[in-house]
Structures are given as C-alpha cells and as structure tokens.
C-alpha cells in the first residue's frame, strides 16, 4: 500500500497582515535563505531582497508621521516586498520536495495539512427585545455566533408566571439580523427561547427571555 505524501504548502496570504508582522516574516525568510545550499537558485536574489526589506523598513518608520506621501510609498513597497516573498514561497514548495524539515530551513511557515475537525456551537442567546413600530409586533435580536449556519426562534404566550408557553411558534432565521414579529396579542407576555444549526447539529434552546408586547 502506498501512502500518499501530503504537499506542503507555505502560508502566503499577507496582505491583511500588518506591517510589523510582514517585516518579522520577511526577516525570517532572508535569514533562513540566504546562502541555504537546499535553496541554491531562488528567483529573487538574496541581497536585492535584504535590500528590499530594508527599504521597507525604513518607510513604515517615515509612514507613522502620517504624510500622504510617505504612505503612499511605504504601501508600493510593501506591494512589492509581498510579491517577491510569494515567489520565495512557491519556490520553497517547489523545491523542498515536500520534506517539513528541508521547508522549515527555509524562514517560512508551513500550512496546516490537515483539517481542523468541526467543533459544538457555543451555547445559543437572544441579545435583546424590544417594541416594534406597530401594536401587536416585537422587535428580537439574537447573538451572532460565528459558524452558525441558521438561528431557530420559538415563541408563544406565558399564561401563567414561570409555566412554559403551552404552545410555541417558531421562525427559521439565516443568520442573526433583528427580526420583527407581527399579529401578536398587546399585553400578552411572550416568552422567547433561540437555538442555532452549526454542521454538528443544533445547540440546545436558550434560557427563555419574556417580554409584555406593546
């Protein structure tokens, strides 16, 4: 049976990565780089990459006063450092014929090979309640939860204080924008209760909120 060699890659996705971090990472790639006898023909020389970072450095310094100008040029650079260390990066993959220790002499780092398995929702929540614009409506908001697929909001009439409603409604809600229920009775209590739909299944009903309807 052959077992199948999972390719490293090289995390290369740094245009949201702040200015310092990207300077620690292009540091960390010179370093590991320069001279380093696995990765003999990089497509970016060495010294004009140090030369580059340097440059860099020294722009994001004159960028924190602020100058339109020197913002500006600290941003093309940036560009460029960004582009150059991504070739770096693919020629690292390329070459390190997907041995993980030739890759980590190389200042980069690796890409997680496997998934990250999918964890429980934590514990769903209404954030609040309030009047609608109109008798007889109630304005909900449940708490966003991130890798929530779908919200389930149930609600129905409290006859008599700390008794569940004898009957609910429910509304299926795609994500956890405020929602305003209609046709209720008003000055009835109502009490609400949220669940949300992860990929593992659904969480358990929140603790109820009541509210008297305007």
């Known amino acids: 049976m052959t077992t ?3 390719k490293l890659k090289a995390l290369l996705g740094f245009h949201g990565t702040s200015d310092a ?32 970072i340097d440059l860099f ?14 913002k500006s040029a600290k941003n093309k650079q940036r560009e460029v450092m960004i582009k150059q260390v991504t070739l770096l990066g693919h020629y690292v993959e390329a070459a390190c014929d997907d041995d993980l220790a030739t890759f980590n ?34 304005v909900v908001k449940v ?29 299926t809600l795609p994500g956890s924008k405020k929602v305003t229920i209609s046709n209720l009775t008003p000055g009835a209590t109502y009490a609400f209760e949220v669940r949300a739909m ?3 299944g659904y969480t358990n009903w929140s603790d109820p909120m009541t509210f008297i309807c305007g």
């Open 4 to 6: 199948k060699v999972k």
């Open 21 to 52: 971090d990207l300077l620690k990472q292009l540091h960390s790639v010179h370093e590991g780089m320069n001279g380093n006898p696995k990765f003999p023909a990089p497509p970016v020389d060495m010294t004009i990459f140090k030369s580059g």
């Open 57 to 70: 450095n020294t722009l994001v310094t004159d960028a924190e006063d602020g100058g339109r100008k020197a």
């Open 105 to 138: 002499t190389s200042g980069f780092v690796a890409a997680p090979t496997s998934r990250t398995p999918p964890e429980p929702l934590p514990p769903a929540s209404i954030e609040w309640i309030d009047r609608g614009p109109a008798a007889g409506q109630v």
């Open 143 to 171: 708490k966003g939860l991130p890798k929530a697929i779908s919200y389930d909001l149930h609600y129905g009439v409290v006859a008599n204080a700390g008794t569940p409603p004898a009957a609910w409604t429910t509304l």
């Open 198 to 200: 992860g990929r593992l």
